[in-house]
C-alpha cells in the first residue's frame, strides 16, 4: 500500500518532469526560427552574442537561486577547470556551426547531425572508454555509417555539416560527463571562459564599424539580447525534467528537436529533399529505431531483475529474521540455566 502511495504522489512530478522535457526540446527544435531574425549580423558576431547575454542571464539566476558555493570549490581544481575550457570550446563549434548552418539554407543537414548524434556518442564510447555494444547497438551503428555513405553520394561529398555537429556535441558530452557539475553551473562557467574573448570581439567589430549591434535599431539590439534566454532557458527547462524523469524518458524525448528542425527545414524553409537525401535519412532512422528498442529492451530487463532480487530479498528475510530470534533464545535459555558451583566458602 505504501509503495502504491509513493508511486501516487510522484505522478505529478513525472507529469511536471514530461513537460519540462518537451519544453526544452520543443525550444531547441524551434529555435532555427530565431537565429534568421538577427540577421544581418553574421554567425560569428551571433555567437559571441551568445556568449556574453548568456553569462549574464545565467549570473542573474545565479543570484537570485543564491548558488556561488561551487565556484571557489571549482578554482581549486585546475584539471576540471581545464575540462570546462574544452568544453566551451567545443559547445562554441557546435553553436557557431549550427547558427551558420541555419542562415546559410541548411536546417535539414543540421537536424541531420543531432539525429546521428547519439550513435556518434556509442562509436566514440567504444573506441575511447572501451565500452562493450550489444548485438543491436552495433547493428545500429554500421545502419548509421551506410547512411553516412549514401547522403554523401547524394550531395557528392560527405555531410560534413551534420558530422561537425554531431562530434562536436559529442564530444562536449563526453567532457561534461567527466565534469559532473549542474547544467546553470556548467553554462555559467562555460560561458564565463569564452565570455572576454567574446566580449573583445564585440568590441573590435564596434570600433571597425562592423556590428549591427546599435546600427539596425533597438528590435535588433533586443533580440540580440535575448540570445541569453533562447540559450539558458531551455537548459534551465532540461535540468528540471532531468530529476523528475527517467533516463529512458529523456532518451526518448532528445529526438524532439531534431525532429522540429527537420520538419521546419522542409515546410517553412523550403529545402530540397532529393530520393538519395530521404534514403539516408530513412537509415538513420532506422538505426535509431533500433537503437531505442534495445535501450528500452534492456531498461525492461534490468527493471526486472532488480525486482526479482528485491523479491528474493524480501522472502528470505523472515526466515534469516526467524533463525535470528531462535538462536537469541537458545544462547539466553543456557546463559540463564545454573551450571556447576565453583567450589568457595559456605
Same mark, same amino acid.
Given at each position: ?8 504522489a ?11 522535457g ?8 524551434l529555435?532555427? #526560427? ?7 549580423? $553574421?554567425a560569428?558576431?551571433?555567437? +559571441?552574442?551568445?556568449m @556574453?547575454?548568456? /553569462?549574464?542571464f545565467?549570473a542573474i539566476g545565479?543570484?537570485?537561486?543564491r548558488?556561488w558555493?561551487?565556484?571557489?570549490e571549482?578554482?581549486r ?8 575550457a ?8 557546435n ?5 551558420w ?6 536546417v535539414?543537414?543540421a537536424?541531420l547531425g ?6 556518434v556518442?556509442?562509436?566514440m ?5 572501451k565500452?562493450r ?8 551503428v554500421?545502419?548509421a ?15 560534413w555539416i551534420?558530422?561537425v555537429l554531431?562530434?562536436?556535441f559529442a564530444t562536449?558530452? #563526453?567532457?561534461?560527463?567527466k565534469?559532473?557539475?549542474? $547544467?546553470?553551473?556548467?553554462?555559467a +562557467?562555460e560561458t564565463a @571562459?569564452l565570455? /572576454?574573448?567574446?566580449l573583445g ?7 571597425s564599424?562592423?556590428?549591427?549591434f546599435?546600427s ?17 532557458l531551455?537548459?534551465?527547462?532540461f ?5 523528475r524523469?527517467?533516463?529512458s ?5 532528445q529526438y ?15 529545402e ?8 539516408g535519412?530513412s537509415?538513420?532512422?532506422l538505426?535509431?529505431a ?8 534492456n531498461?525492461?530487463?534490468?527493471r ?9 530479498a ?5 526466515a ?7 538462536a ?5 535459555s543456557?546463559s540463564a ?6 567450589p568457595?566458602?559456605?
Open positions: 500500500m505504501k509503495a502504491d502511495g509513493d508511486q501516487r510522484g505522478l505529478p512530478a513525472q507529469r511536471a518532469g514530461l513537460l519540462y518537451i519544453g526544452a526540446y520543443g525550444m531547441w527544435g529555435v532555427p #526560427l530565431y537565429w534568421p531574425l538577427l540577421e544581418p549580423a $553574421g560569428m558576431e551571433i555567437l +559571441a552574442h551568445r @556574453v547575454w548568456s /553569462l549574464a545565467v545565479l543570484l537570485v537561486l548558488r558555493g561551487w565556484i571557489p571549482l578554482i581544481q585546475p584539471r576540471k577547470l581545464g575540462l570546462i574544452v568544453a566551451a570550446t567545443t559547445i562554441s563549434l553553436w557557431g556551426f549550427y547558427i548552418a541555419v542562415n546559410s539554407g541548411r535539414v543537414e537536424s543531432y539525429f546521428i548524434n547519439p550513435l556518442t556509442i562509436a564510447g567504444v573506441l575511447l572508454l565500452e555494444l550489444r548485438p543491436a547497438q552495433w547493428t545500429a554500421f545502419i555509417l551506410a547512411a553516412v555513405l549514401v547522403l554523401a553520394v547524394g550531395y557528392g561529398q560527405p555531410p551534420s558530422l554531431a562530434f562536436s562536449y558530452g #563526453l567532457v561534461k560527463k565534469i559532473n557539475i549542474g $547544467g546553470l553551473e556548467s553554462l +562557467a @571562459v565570455f /572576454l574573448p567574446a570581439y564585440l568590441v573590435w567589430l564596434g570600433t564599424g562592423s556590428a549591427t546599435g539596425e535599431g533597438t528590435g535588433q539590439m533586443a533580440l540580440l539580447a535575448g540570445t541569453g534566454v533562447v540559450t539558458a531551455p537548459l534551465i527547462c535540468g528540471a525534467a532531468a530529476i524523469v527517467p533516463l524518458t529523456l532518451g526518448l524525448l524532439l528537436a531534431p525532429v522540429f528542425q527537420f520538419v521546419l527545414g522542409i515546410t517553412y524553409f523550403h530540397a529533399m532529393p530520393p538519395e537525401r530521404w534514403a535519412f537509415l538513420v532512422w538505426a535509431l533500433i537503437l531505442t528498442w534495445d535501450a528500452l529492451r531498461a525492461r530487463r534490468t526486472a531483475k532488480a525486482l526479482r532480487l528485491a523479491a528474493e524480501a522472502a528470505t528475510a523472515p534469516t529474521a526467524t533463525a535470528t530470534t531462535v537469541a533464545s537458545t544462547s539466553a543456557t540455566s545454573p551450571g556447576p558451583r565453583e568457595g566458602p559456605r
